[in-house]
């Protein structure tokens, strides 16, 4: 399995990203897929977490109301859309995928990793 992040970039407070993540290889639809995010310093913490199976939605609450995760299962594909971004939400964005159908908001917990993605937003 292989993940391919993208769609990072500089945009000021405010502003809306979208982020893609693509799977390769083997896929499943008993698999969920997360995006986390790490800022300099701190640790890697859970953004947003789809089920392949059924489309359940998970957010932290951070970006509740903010972020809309989905998917497109005939491109193997995750989108994070990103709304009213802030300062806060700067980081490097991982997108990460774990057999079974439960988001889990740990890292740990999740086998394959795409390469991240910078997300830089301006006050």
């Known amino acids: 399995v292989q993940l391919q992040a993208s769609g990072g970039g500089l945009v000021q407070a405010g502003g809306s990203l979208r982020l893609s993540c693509v799977h390769s290889?083997?896929?499943?639809?008993?698999?969920?897929t997360a995006w986390f995010r790490q800022a300099p310093g701190k640790e890697r913490e859970f953004v947003a977490g789809?089920?392949?199976?059924?489309?359940?939605?998970y957010y932290a609450d951070t970006v509740k109301g903010r972020f809309t995760i989905s998917k497109v299962s005939a491109k193997n594909t995750v989108y994070l859309q990103m709304n009213s971004l802030k300062p806060e939400d700067t980081a490097v964005y991982y997108c990460?995928?774990?057999?079974?159908?439960?988001?889990?908001?740990?890292?740990?917990?999740?086998?394959?990793w795409g390469q991240g993605t910078q997300v830089t937003v301006s006050s």
């Open positions: 789809v089920r392949w199976s059924g489309g359940n939605q």
């Open positions: 990460a995928l774990r057999w079974g159908s439960t988001v889990h908001r740990t890292a740990q917990l999740y086998s394959y």
């Open positions: 290889g083997r896929t499943s639809n008993d698999a969920a």
